[in-house]
């Protein structure tokens, strides 16, 4: 190993970088604790930098920024992002592709900043009225980091639509050690615009469901973004069809597309019978625990969730081949394992579950056996 390609880095130095790499080109945000390394990374990296007043008119401007053709990020924590729940909706709406950074700490209400969590995943799946999907990526190791936030970029920009990446204050302040050489190049997300000569419909939709787009800037042709239920001209018709029929796109450009931006880990242990689910920073002590239960002698299979929502259906298939299921994650209502199965799941599947504490390798371990 080459000691001059180890760097001494955080997760948020990684993603930012990777953000700004993939061609996100402007962070517009309100700092935030367990976020403002991100705040801090990004003011230094990014070709634009704008400090917003709060957190409402971080995401009212990135959605003019977007509109004019740029790939906006911010980063923040539950209070920030309970803020922009209704402009992230007007953005979804309106189609504007975009990037937020949402970094988990203890609450509920402000909780404790510098102490990290995984309980906004409920707040996650219900961000948009109705709950309709979107794109949501989970950070497990350093290396998803770099990778998911540049695919974060790709798929905001390919199907006109805000993305979520979710982390935690541990993941994205914790200091670490990393060969750089192991991280793939980024590659800058070419932007698509439409070029025709034909009239520019703002909405409407080619096969894979996402309608050409053109920022404002466009001295060629007319165009139009609203946040009201509208039709594929943009022109508001309550609940006409044709209006009904675009925003129900909305949901099944992203659902019918998942296939494209589904990520997980499966780690296959033959003649397993117990399947050991996880994502995000409690995805390190499962890698462990499972590894330490293999040493024990313990047949076991591992998933990591990556791609967060919608829950693709892979997850599901490979969780019916098991007669056990574990679903380790730090909150206290095992809010990914009801989303998954409902509030009363089948009788195999255990959550493992920590309030204000990380969940240690030694917690799943005896969850798993006390199951055997």
Same mark, same amino acid.
């Given at each position: 190993?080459?000691?001059?390609?180890?760097?001494?880095?955080?997760?948020?130095?990684?993603?930012?970088?990777?953000?700004?790499?993939?061609?996100?080109?402007?962070?517009?945000g309100?700092?935030?604790?367990?976020?403002?390394l991100?705040?801090?990374?990004?003011?230094?990296?990014f070709?634009?930098?704008?400090?917003?007043? @709060?957190?409402?008119?971080?995401?009212?401007?990135?959605?003019?920024?977007?509109?004019?053709?740029h790939i906006?990020?911010?980063?923040?924590?539950?209070?920030?992002y309970?803020?922009?729940?209704?402009?992230i909706?007007?953005?979804?709406?309106?189609?504007?592709p975009?990037?937020?950074?949402?970094?988990?700490?203890?609450?509920?209400?402000?909780?404790?900043?510098?102490?990290?969590?995984?309980? @906004?995943?409920a707040?996650?799946?219900?961000?948009? $009225?109705?709950?309709m999907?979107?794109?949501?990526?989970?950070?497990s190791?350093?290396?998803?980091?770099?990778?998911?936030?540049?695919?974060a970029?790709?798929?905001?920009?390919?199907?006109?639509?805000?993305?979520v990446?979710?982390?935690?204050?541990?993941?994205?302040m914790?200091?670490?050690?990393?060969?750089?050489?192991?991280?793939?190049?980024?590659?800058?997300?070419?932007?698509?615009?439409? $070029?025709? @000569?034909e009239?520019y419909?703002?909405?409407?939709? @080619?096969?894979?469901?996402?309608?050409?787009?053109?920022?404002? $800037? $466009?001295?060629?042709h007319?165009v139009?973004?609203?946040?009201?239920?509208?039709?594929?001209?943009?022109?508001?018709?309550?609940?006409?069809?044709?209006?009904?029929?675009?925003?129900?796109?909305?949901?099944?450009?992203?659902?019918?597309?998942?296939?494209?931006?589904?990520?997980?880990?499966?780690?296959?242990?033959?003649?397993?019978?117990?399947?050991?689910?996880?994502f995000?920073?409690?995805?390190?002590?499962?890698?462990?625990?499972?590894?330490?239960?293999?040493?024990?002698?313990?047949?076991?299979?591992?998933?990591?969730?990556?791609t967060?929502?919608p829950?693709?259906?892979?997850y599901?298939?490979?969780?019916?081949?098991?007669?056990?299921?574990?679903?380790?994650?730090?909150?206290?209502?095992?809010?990914?394992?009801?989303?998954?199965?409902?509030?009363?799941?089948?009788?195999?599947?255990?959550?493992?579950?920590?309030?204000?504490?990380?969940?240690s390798?030694?917690?799943?371990?005896?969850?798993v056996?006390?199951h055997?």
């Open positions: 190993m080459n000691k001059n390609n180890i760097i001494f880095t955080d997760s948020s130095r990684l993603l930012t970088e990777s953000l700004a790499q993939a061609g996100a080109d402007v962070f517009i309100y700092p935030i604790t367990p976020a403002n991100i705040y801090h990374y990004a003011s230094q990296r070709p634009q930098f704008m400090a917003a007043p @709060d957190e409402i008119t971080a995401l009212q401007w990135m959605s003019g920024f977007a509109a004019a053709g906006p990020v911010t980063a923040t924590s539950f209070p920030g309970a803020l922009m729940i209704e402009s909706n007007m953005a979804y709406m309106m189609e504007l975009m990037v937020i950074v949402l970094v988990q700490r203890l609450g509920p209400a402000t909780g404790t900043a510098t102490r990290g969590a995984q309980g @906004d995943i707040l996650l799946s219900g961000t948009i $009225s109705g709950g999907a979107i794109p949501s990526f989970s950070i190791n350093p290396h998803d980091c770099w990778e998911l936030s540049a695919k970029v790709e798929v905001a920009s390919k199907y006109r639509t805000p993305v990446i979710f982390t935690s204050k541990e993941e994205v914790t200091m670490f050690s990393i060969d750089k050489t192991g991280l793939a190049p980024v590659h800058r997300v070419e932007r698509k615009f439409y $070029s025709g @000569d009239t419909v703002p909405y409407k939709a @080619d096969e894979k469901l996402v309608s050409a787009f053109l920022p404002v $800037s $466009s001295n060629k007319q139009r973004f609203t946040a009201s239920t509208h039709d594929t001209q943009g022109i508001i018709q309550n609940t006409a069809k044709e209006a009904i029929d675009n925003s129900k796109r909305l949901h099944y450009k992203i659902t019918e597309n998942l296939s494209d931006f589904t990520y997980f880990e499966y780690d296959k242990e033959e003649g397993a019978t117990s399947l050991l689910l996880s995000g920073i409690t995805s390190q002590a499962a890698r462990e625990a499972v590894e330490n239960l293999r040493c024990q002698g313990k047949k076991v299979s591992l998933l990591i969730a990556k967060l929502l829950v693709p259906t892979a599901y298939d490979i969780c019916s081949r098991y007669k056990q299921l574990f679903i380790a994650e730090e909150n206290l209502t095992g809010q990914y394992r009801q989303l998954l199965f409902g509030s009363m799941p089948p009788v195999h599947i255990h959550g493992i579950n920590e309030f204000g504490k990380m969940i390798p030694a917690t799943i371990i005896k969850a056996l006390s055997e």
